[in-house]
T-cell receptor, first 112, second 120 residues
Framework: AQSVAQPEDQVNVAEGNPLTVKCTYSVSGNPYLFWYVQYPNRGLQFLLKYITGDNLVKGSYGFEAEFNKSQTSFHLKKPSALVSDSALYFCAVRDWDDKIIFGKGTRLHILP | NAGVTQTPKFRILKIGQSMTLQCTQDMNHNYMYWYRQDPGMGLKLIYYSVGAGITDKGEVPNGYNVSRSTTEDFPLRLELAAPSQTSVYFC???????????????????FGDGTRLSIL
């Protein structure tokens, strides 16, 4: 079965520093990968997706993600973190039957 | 543009009671979904629908029912509330842009702000 893993429950980053939120996946065939963000008491918001093409995908709010096929990873990155980036981040992968499987989430804390 | 609207935002139920969580979207999306979110567990798919009149089970459908009589609405029904159904419920929708490989798994989902449900 397809699966997605977010190995870190929480990531702390100082404001202005680069941030990385890790995601690894296991799929058969070509992966369809997504990142979502969730702010307190809100639903998930789409950030970016990888379907095919360039391994570096750019998304909303200055975020980008790098698809690495050999390492089966799709890490979320941002060059300079903002306090307002503090939120819960979910990686997701398309399952064999077209449904989306979400990771357990990584809580990102940006320290002023 | 309202997007996906869920009501109510909060609800407390007693064991054995029933209720319907409402979800409506104004984006003319053909696909709709119900998820539950439990702490540290990510999102689990309860039911989904690929169009009016068509529904199917997700990963955790037991104890729930759905219907899809219109494109806009996708209510979730709890018939006999149990403490294990205490959770935050999210409705989502997405657009299918074609047949073949271009199905629901390719498109981003748009989420409502959730219904926080406690069963006591």
């Amino acid at each position: 079965a397809q699966s997605v893993a977010q190995p870190e429950d929480q990531v702390n980053v100082a404001e202005g520093n680069p941030l990385t939120v890790k995601c690894t996946y296991s799929v058969s065939g070509n992966p369809y990968l997504f990142w979502y963000v969730q702010y307190p008491n809100r639903g998930l918001q789409f950030l970016l997706k990888y379907i095919t093409g360039d391994n570096l995908v750019k998304g909303s709010y200055g975020f980008e993600a790098e698809f690495n096929k050999s390492q089966t990873s799709f890490h979320l990155k941002k060059p300079s973190a903002l306090v307002s980036d503090s939120a819960l981040y979910f990686c997701a992968v398309r399952d064999w039957d077209d449904k989306i499987i979400f990771g357990k989430g990584t809580r990102l804390h940006i320290l002023p | 543009n309202a997007g996906v609207t869920q009501t109510p935002k909060f609800r407390i139920l007693k064991i054995g009671q029933s209720m319907t969580l409402q979800c409506t979207q104004d984006m003319n999306h053909n696909y709709m979904y119900w998820y539950r979110q439990d702490p540290g567990m990510g999102l689990k798919l309860i039911y989904y629908s690929v169009g009016a009149g068509i529904t199917d089970k997700g990963e955790v459908p037991n104890g729930y029912n759905v219907s899809r009589s219109t494109t806009e609405d996708f209510p979730l029904r709890l018939e006999l509330a149990a403490p294990s159904q205490t959770s935050v419920y999210f409705c989502a929708s997405s657009l299918s842009v074609g047949g073949g490989r271009l199905r629901m798994g390719n498109q981003p989902q748009h989420f409502g702000d959730g219904t926080r449900l406690s069963i006591l």
